[in-house]
């Protein structure tokens, strides 16, 4: 299928932006896994033919995610591998395959009696041996990463045969070994694999669990297995789909499981951290409260500014906390004035955490006269000692730096990824707000660069 390099680029928050809060073992967001090089001259296999360029996406596009495109398959020589990985003649297995999806049945009944099936299974032992060897000498020849071992893993649909063979055969193999290096080699080989191989099914059983789940009943499994969707499960979903590419109508259907887990788990993530967010900011406002002074509230405020834990939820309920003061006849004028102090201080100290090139950024997009801003612009650029006022802090800044600030906003609000910008940058994503800035980006390129 063809690549949608726009839906690959967006996971994360994918998951990452997306996979946001509470941080998977992903912190992120997941990116399109690159592509995998082996050597599989030995393998007594041809590769299918490509399957002819197409292109879709999901039905249902709020937003874009990994899955809304596939890419166009490759005739690579990891497919190969994934399915030469196959079991002999004679094997027979019904359990579900590393891909999800059940094996067919790959045995024939044999007549011969008790020697005739003895000899079968050992023919068909033999089989998986040389099998084993030869994905052996490709995984310690060409040394592929962990992430080429998990979607060689997802890619083929005969592992779960080949799995007790393989892990057989390097134990073999390393206590036959008389070279100590090779020794470890093979006994590396065996153990790393096999963690990978039981990360793989668990990824299949939560797998199995979310494709038999009803669309709008995901949001509960997310719920009480939040932990488990992690990046590298959506990545381990994503090879699956892409290991289809002779089945659209497959890649299709998983592509729609993927978007649906990613939209339930944004949903979760985001009711899930504004929740936290709020009963955080709670607690603080009842200590700020039970301060024995003015001074004393004012000072556990500047303490949460140093340490980087006033947020905008704390000045909201500050906030609120005045309103309700002011609009009651039975609340004292005093408290009306202590509560405005302290939310003032609160919005003070916010902005004071602000990257200082955004408040310079923020205060000459104020100026509305062209002439008046280029004067702005020249005391931003004269360097000076940095005075912070009670009302009024000194900055300054160097063209360089607040151009390539301005120039990052400018890119993020024409390429939709206002997510990757900092938060107190986002209020800027406005369009009458981006023709100021890319005015003031004009000027400085023109004027000091």
């Keep these: 299928m063809a690549l949608d390099q726009a839906a690959i680029a967006s996971l994360p928050y994918a998951a990452a932006a997306s996979l946001r809060r509470p941080h998977p073992s992903c912190s992120f967001p997941p990116r399109r896994p690159p592509p995998i090089y082996l050597t599989c001259a030995a393998f007594p296999y041809s590769p299918p033919p490509c399957a002819t360029t197409s292109s879709y996406a999901s039905d249902d596009a709020r937003?874009?995610?990994?899955?809304?495109?596939?890419?166009?398959?490759?005739?690579?020589?990891?497919?190969?591998?994934?399915?030469?990985?196959?079991?002999?003649?004679?094997?027979?297995?019904?359990?579900?395959?590393?891909?999800?999806?059940?094996?067919?049945?790959?045995?024939?009944e044999r007549p011969g009696g008790s020697v005739g099936e003895a000899?079968?299974?050992?023919?068909?032992?033999?089989?998986?041996?040389?099998?084993?060897?030869?994905?052996?000498?490709?995984?310690?020849?060409?040394?592929?990463?962990?992430?080429?071992?998990?979607?060689?893993?997802?890619?083929?649909?005969?592992?779960?045969?080949?799995?007790?063979?393989?892990?057989?055969?390097?134990?073999?193999?390393?206590?036959?070994?008389s070279n100590p290096e090779m020794k470890h080699g093979l006994l590396r080989l065996g153990r790393k694999l096999r963690e990978i191989d039981?990360?793989?099914?668990?990824?299949?059983?939560?797998?199995?669990?979310?494709?038999?789940t009803p669309p709008d009943k995901i949001g509960a499994v997310i719920a009480r297995r939040r932990k488990d969707f992690t990046v590298e499960f959506f990545n381990h979903l994503y090879y699956v789909a892409e290991s289809y590419k002779d089945d659209p109508d497959k890649q299709k259907e998983l592509a729609k499981l993927g978007n649906d887990c990613v939209d339930a788990l944004q949903a979760h993530d985001d009711k899930s951290g504004s929740l936290e967010a709020l009963n955080v900011a709670?607690?603080?406002?009842?200590?700020?409260?039970?301060?024995?002074?003015?001074?004393?509230?004012?000072?556990k405020i500047d303490d949460l500014a140093e340490k980087?834990?006033?947020?905008?939820?704390?000045?909201?309920?500050l906030s609120k906390a005045w309103s309700a003061a002011k609009g009651t006849d039975i609340t004292k004028s005093d408290a009306k004035d202590i509560m405005f102090h302290l939310y003032m201080t609160a919005v003070a100290?916010?902005?004071?955490?602000?990257?200082?090139?955004i408040r310079i950024l923020k205060h000459l997009i104020m100026i509305e006269g062209p002439e008046e801003r280029v004067?702005?612009?020249?005391?931003?650029?004269?360097?000076?000692?940095?005075?912070?006022?009670?009302?009024?802090?000194?900055?300054?800044?160097?063209?360089?730096?607040?151009?390539?600030?301005?120039?990052?906003?400018?890119?993020?609000?024409y390429s939709s990824r206002e997510g990757t910008l900092l938060g107190q940058a986002r209020d800027l994503m406005n369009p009458k707000?981006?023709?100021?800035?890319?005015?003031?980006?004009?000027?400085?390129?023109?004027?000091?660069?």
Excluded at 203 to 212: D, G, T
Excluded at 349 to 357: A, C, E, F, H, S
């Design 198 to 212: 039981e990360d793989v099914q668990r990824h299949n059983e939560l797998f199995e669990v979310v494709k038999s």
């Design 308 to 317: 980087k834990e006033l947020d905008s939820a704390l000045v909201l309920m």
């Design 63 to 108: 937003g874009q995610h990994l899955f809304r495109g596939l890419p166009q398959p490759r005739c690579s020589n990891v497919e190969a591998v994934g399915d030469v990985m196959a079991a002999p003649d004679d094997y027979t297995e019904d359990s579900p395959s590393s891909s999800g999806y059940a094996n067919g049945r790959v045995s024939e």
């Design 349 to 357: 100290n916010l902005q004071r955490q602000m990257p200082k090139d």
């Design 119 to 177: 000899n079968h299974m050992a023919a068909g032992n033999q089989k998986m041996v040389k099998i084993s060897d030869k994905l052996i000498g490709v995984f310690m020849v060409d040394k592929p990463t962990p992430t080429d071992w998990r979607k060689l893993l997802a890619f083929s649909r005969e592992w779960d045969n080949i799995r007790p063979h393989f892990f057989r055969r390097c134990r073999e193999r390393a206590d036959a070994e």
């Design 282 to 299: 709670e607690l603080k406002l009842k200590d700020i409260l039970n301060s024995p002074s003015v001074d004393a509230a004012c000072r």
């Design 433 to 449: 707000i981006i023709k100021r800035v890319e005015e003031i980006v004009k000027t400085i390129k023109d004027n000091y660069l």
């Design 375 to 413: 004067s702005a612009l020249n005391d931003a650029f004269t360097p000076g000692p940095e005075l912070q006022g009670e009302n009024v802090d000194t900055l300054y800044t160097s063209p360089e730096v607040l151009h390539t600030w301005a120039s990052a906003i400018i890119d993020a609000y």
